[in-house]
C-alpha cells in the first residue's frame, strides 16, 4: 500500500549553519519499524533533490520512535548570508511529510 | 537538600513572547527562571552596540522585564538565570541593579559571569599555537581574522553554579549554554558531582526541552496544532527536577497551550546532530537512551538519560563581516500572477546584468508558490497573486544598494497589475557569518563578578 508520511508521522526541522536538520516522529510505536525500514537517507536525498546540495546523513531514535536526518548544504549558507525565504529550514519538516512510501505491509491509520 | 526543583523557561530568543516570563513568575509555583536571548548572530549585534557606546552590549528587554518582575521574584524568592548579558554581562548588571534600588528593593545579589568573550585574545592565542580553525571547513581563523565581529567561548552550567553557591539572587552570563542556563540550579540544589555524568545528561535534556520556550509546550506543534488550547495565552514549559536525573515537563494550570509527549518530543529532535552525542562543556548526553511518558495531564516524565564525560573543549562561537544581501519583494495579481511574477524576475536581471554588477548570488523565490519547498513544490495552478522576492548577495556595498534601485521601476516599466512596493527602495544589510571552532577548557577561565544592593 502506499502511504504518505503525513498519515503516520509528525517531525520538526531546524538548522545548524547551511546544514537543516529534520526530525520525524512516528505517530505510533507501529509506524516506527516502517518508517525505519523505508525512509532512507538515499530515499530523502532523493525526495529533496535540489534542495539538498550535500549528502543527507540518517540517525535513528527508536526510543522516541524518531529518525533524525542531517541535509547538508541545504540553506543557501545558512544564516544571514542564505538568500532563502526559509534560512533556517522551518518549513522543511513539512516537505518531507509529503512524501509517499510504498510498503508491503499492512497498516491501520 | 531539597526534594525537587521547578525551573520555568521566560524566554526562547531575544524577540520573544514578553508575557511568557511575567506570567511564569506569577501564575504558579516556581523556584528558578531560565531566559535565553542568545542566537549566534546576537553576539555580533551586540559587540556593534558596545562599540558604539561601552555601557551596551547586552539585551536591553531584559532591564525593562526585570523592572517588571524583579518586586515579585524577590518576595517569592526566585531565582533568574539568563545568558541576557551578551557581550557586557557586568554593564547589564549593573542596569537592572540600578532598576531594583529605584523600584525600592533593598537586598539583591547579581552573579555575573565573565571570561567568555575572548575577541581581545585572538592575536595571543593564535600566537600560543592555537589554530581556531573552522570546525566545518578545517579553514584557518586568519582568513577571517580582519573581519572579525565577535569571538565567545560557550561555558556551561558550571560557572552558574559558583555563582549560586555565593547566594546570587539572579546570574547573569554572557555566552553560556542554553542547556547549562537549566542544568545548573539543578546541580546546585542536588550537589551534583562534576562526574555523575547520567544526571548531569539529564539536567541537559531538560535544557534542552526548555530552551526554545514555547516550543515544547503547544507551539510550532505540528503533531495535531488544530487541537492546541489557548495558543493566545500559551504557557511556557517547566522541569520539575529530581535528585536522580529524572524531570517532569509541564506548564502552569489556567494556561493555554499543552504539554504531551509528542510535543516534548519534537523539542528532543529539534536541531540535533547525531543523537548519541548532544555535546555541551557539561557532557555528553545520548539521546537514544532518553525514556520519554505521559503520566499525566500537560505532565510527561523524561527519565534514564545515560550521559559520557565532557571534552576538554570549549566550542567557540565567532561571527565575522561577510558582505550585504538586500531583498526585493512585488505582488503579481491574476491573470497570469505566476507568469507576471517570472517576466518581472527576467527583466529585472537583465537590467542587472546590463550594469555589471558582480554578486555572489542573485536567488528569486516566489512567495504563494515555492519560497518553502522548493522544487518539492507543486505547480501552481491559476493562483490569485504570487509574490516575486528576489535576494542578492555580494562583498560590493554599492552593488547591492543599485539592485535596492532596481526594484521599483518595475512597477511602471514592468508586467501589469502589480502591487506591494510600500517600504520603500531595499537597503543593504550586513551579512554576518559564523566561524565555529574549538579552544582547550584550560585556556579560557569563567569568573564570577559579584555586584549587589545592600
Known sequence: MKVRLLDICHGRSGDKGDTANIGLIARKKEFYPIIEKYVTAEKVQSHFEGIALGKVERYELPNLWALNFLLHNALGGGGTKSLKNDAQGKTLAAALLKMEIEIVERIEL | ?454
Not at chain 2, 559587540?47 to 555601557?55: A, F, I, L, S, T
Not at chain 2, 552558574?160 to 542556563?181: C, F, N, P, S, W
Not at chain 2, 495565552?233 to 494556561?255: C, L, R, S, W
Not at chain 2, 571534552?311 to 495579481?333: P, Q
Request: net charge negative.
Open chain 2, 1 to 454: 537538600m531539597k526534594d525537587r526543583v521547578r525551573i520555568a523557561s521566560g524566554q526562547g530568543f531575544w524577540g520573544d513572547l514578553l508575557t511568557a516570563p511575567v506570567d511564569q513568575v506569577t501564575k504558579g509555583p516556581i523556584d528558578y527562571m531560565m531566559m535565553d536571548y542568545l542566537a549566534e548572530v546576537t553576539m555580533s549585534i551586540m559587540q556593534k552596540q558596545k562599540r558604539k557606546d561601552p555601557r551596551l552590549g547586552y539585551a536591553k528587554d531584559l532591564v525593562e522585564l526585570m523592572e517588571r518582575i524583579l518586586p515579585v521574584c524577590v518576595e517569592k524568592n526566585i531565582r533568574i538565570i539568563t545568558n541576557g548579558g551578551g557581550v557586557n554581562p557586568v554593564s547589564c548588571s549593573e542596569a537592572i541593579l540600578e532598576t531594583g534600588k529605584k523600584l525600592g528593593i533593598k537586598k539583591f545579589k547579581i552573579g555575573v559571569v565573565v571570561g567568555d568573550d575572548i575577541l581581545d585574545r585572538i592575536d595571543e592565542l593564535r600566537k600560543q599555537g592555537i589554530d581556531l580553525k573552522n570546525m566545518e571547513t578545517g579553514e584557518s581563523v586568519d582568513t577571517v581574522r580582519e573581519r572579525l565581529q565577535s569571538a565567545n567561548a560557550y561555558f556551561g552550567a558550571w560557572p552558574v553554579v559558583e555563582a549560586l553557591k555565593q547566594g546570587a539572587h539572579m546570574v547573569i552570563t554572557g555566552r553560556t549554554t542554553d542547556t547549562g542556563l537549566t542544568l545548573a540550579p539543578m546541580i546546585h540544589e542536588f550537589d551534583w558531582k562534576q562526574d555523575e555524568w547520567d544526571k548531569l545528561a539529564g539536567g541537559t535534556v531538560a535544557g534542552h526541552i526548555l530552551e526554545c520556550g514555547g516550543q515544547a509546550s503547544g507551539g510550532n506543534f505540528s503533531a495535531d496544532w488544530k487541537a492546541v488550547p489557548d495558543l493566545a495565552h500559551i504557557g511556557f514549559p517547566i522541569a520539575e527536577a529530581y535528585p536522580n536525573g529524572d524531570i517532569v515537563i509541564t506548564k502552569h494550570e489556567n494556561t493555554g497551550g499543552l504539554v504531551t509527549v509528542q510535543s516534548v518530543k519534537e523539542q528532543l529532535v529539534y536541531e540535533i546532530g547525531d543523537p548519541r552525542q548532544y555535546i555541551t562543556p557539561d557532557c555528553i548526553a545520548d539521546f537514544t537512551t532518553i525514556q520519554i511518558e505521559q503520566i499525566g495531564k500537560d505532565r510527561v516524565k523524561v527519565s534514564r538519560v545515560e550521559g559520557r564525560p565532557a571534552t576538554e573543549f570549549y566550542k567557540v562561537s565567532m561571527s565575522y563581516l561577510d558582505g550585504y544581501t538586500a531583498f526585493g519583494n512585488l505582488t503579481y495579481s491574476w491573470p497570469d500572477a505566476l507568469e507576471k511574477a517570472r517576466k518581472a524576475d527576467e527583466v529585472l536581471r537583465s537590467r542587472l546584468a546590463d550594469l555589471s554588477l558582480k554578486f555572489e548570488e542573485i536567488r528569486t523565490e516566489y512567495l504563494g508558490y515555492n519560497s518553502s519547498h522548493g522544487s518539492i513544490a507543486p505547480e501552481l495552478k491559476e493562483a490569485n497573486e504570487v509574490v516575486l522576492r528576489v535576494g542578492v548577495r555580494s562583498q560590493d556595498y554599492k552593488a547591492v544598494e543599485r539592485f535596492g534601485k532596481e526594484i521599483a521601476p518595475l512597477v511602471l516599466t514592468g508586467p501589469p497589475s502589480v502591487t506591494g512596493f510600500g517600504g520603500g527602495r531595499p537597503k543593504p544589510s550586513e551579512v554576518i557569518s559564523y566561524w565555529p571552532a574549538l579552544i582547550p577548557k584550560s585556556l579560557v577561565k569563567p569568573e564570577v563578578v559579584i555586584k549587589e544592593i545592600g
